[in-house]
T-cell receptor, first 111, second 111 residues
Framework: ETGVTQSPTHLIKTRGQQVTLRCSSQ?????VSWYQQALGQGPQFIFQ???????GRGNFPPRFSGLQFPNYSSELNVNALELDDSALYLC??????????FGEGSRLTVL | GIQVEQSPPDLILQEGANSTLRCNFS?????LQWFHQNPWGQLINLFY???GTKQNGRLSATTVATERYSLLYISSSQTTDSGVYFC?????????????FGQGTELSVKP
């Protein structure tokens, strides 16, 4: 059984750029959610995708967007990067919104 | 929205000691999970425990949903137990499988 995998693991961008982060779900899972974790804080829910549609969103602006593909993998896109977007971005998958399993995360630095 | 409070915020133990971490939540929940975040940032599932008691080796957890708290017990601690422990809950309306995290308990186990 393959776990949740994320890419890239680390990346550096400059303010105003755009970034795409990728996530492959654990096999058998149909739901993907994304979280942002700032240094020293608990993860914050960004949004969730189920059946390729956004199904729940946290308090994040529209420049945070996503996609879910037919194979249940997902992308998180962030436009017009700001310094405060520097964080660890975590992807989680689950079956029908039950127990969540997380990937290792993508650490984004915005300069 | 629902509030999650964890205590203590920091804990230092000698190897071999036992500890209890607490998670209080302000409303009914339909999902509660405990995670251990390793130094590389990955959230490792410890327990999916919306109610009742579970044990896994040296770790055990109890959730008393009617009194809105959960406890994580670590017995005979080892240096590899060091890291941050998070409690996370889903609100009753389960908005798209959203998990709300506490601020975490940072555990340091000294040899």
């Amino acid at each position: 059984e393959t776990g949740v995998t994320q890419s890239p693991t680390h990346l550096i961008k400059t303010r105003g750029q755009q970034v795409t982060l990728r996530c492959s779900s654990q096999s058998g899972h149909n739901t993907v959610s994304w979280y942002q974790q700032a240094l020293g804080q608990g993860p914050q829910f960004i949004f969730q995708y189920y059946r390729e549609e956004e199904n729940g969103r946290g308090n994040f602006p529209p420049r945070f967007s996503g996609l879910q593909f037919p194979n249940y993998s997902s992308e998180l896109n962030v436009n017009a990067l700001e310094l405060d977007d520097s964080a660890l971005y975590l992807c989680a998958s689950s079956f029908s919104q039950m127990e969540l399993f997380f990937g290792e995360g993508s650490r984004l630095t915005v300069l | 929205g629902i509030q999650v409070e964890q205590s203590p915020p920091d804990l230092i133990l000698q190897e071999g000691a036992n500890s209890t971490l607490r998670c209080n939540f302000s409303d009914s929940v339909n999902n509660l999970q405990w995670f251990h975040q390793n130094p590389w940032g990955q959230l490792i599932n410890l327990f999916y425990i919306p109610s009742g008691t579970k044990q896994n080796g040296r770790l055990s957890a109890t959730t008393v949903a009617t009194e809105r708290y959960s406890l994580l017990y670590i017995s005979s601690s080892q240096t590899t137990d060091s890291g941050v422990y998070f409690c996370a809950v889903s609100p009753p309306d389960n908005q798209g499988g959203k998990l709300i995290f506490g601020q975490g308990t940072e555990l340091s186990v000294k040899p």
